[in-house]
């Protein structure tokens, strides 16, 4: 299995999850920040972050770095010999990358097996999530008392100078 894995999310988890169960060793690759910036842009995480973040999962057993976003031959014959691979996994999603299936080498190998994509996450859509986001869904919802301090629903104040959370 390989990808980015940038910001990791329970969607990554199940996949390296329904990897494990195809197998008795599972070998992940993590795409260079390099490969992953010319293919799609550039991770918000580096190649660093990435890689502690992928051999912290119970279901990894091996972490290869500096994986090429778009699987060629030579990388495939590599990868097969040295960490004697079965099948490269990936998610049952398209990967096209300038019309071309990253994984057609390991197709054509007869070396490729699909998972079912988890649904309903992705690093995309965290993404979005977060710069729709503004500092009022942090706050708690505040009341004004008769002396003009902010107090939060559980009665502490939220400040010291009377002000809505909102108007600093």
């Given at each position: 299995m390989d990808g980015a894995f940038d910001m990791m999310h329970y969607g990554h988890m199940n996949a390296f999850r329904?990897?494990?169960?195809?197998?008795?060793?599972?070998?992940?690759?993590?795409?260079?920040?390099?490969?992953?910036?010319?293919?799609?842009?550039?991770?918000?995480?580096?190649?660093?972050?990435?890689?502690?973040?992928?051999?912290g999962c119970k279901f990894v057993d091996e972490v290869v770095p500096g994986c090429p976003y778009v699987m060629n031959k030579e990388y495939l014959d590599y990868v097969i010999q040295k960490f004697k691979i079965d099948y490269v996994i990936h998610g049952d999603d398209p990967c096209i990358v300038d019309g071309k299936d990253v994984y057609a080498a390991a197709k054509a190998a007869g070396k490729y097996q699909s998972i079912p994509r988890t649904e309903g996450v992705s690093t995309t859509d965290i993404v979005g999530r977060m710069l729709l986001?503004?500092?009022?869904?942090?706050?708690?919802?505040?009341?004004?008392?008769?002396?003009?301090?902010?107090e939060t629903d559980d009665g502490e104040s939220d400040n010291d100078d009377g002000r809505d959370v909102e108007d600093r």
């Open positions: 329904l990897g494990r169960s195809l197998g008795t060793h599972l070998v992940v690759g993590v795409n260079s920040d390099a490969s992953i910036t010319q293919c799609k842009g550039a991770p918000l995480m580096n190649d660093q972050e990435r890689l502690t973040m992928v051999e986001m503004t500092k009022e869904h942090h706050a708690r919802p505040t009341t004004i008392t008769e002396s003009g301090n902010g």
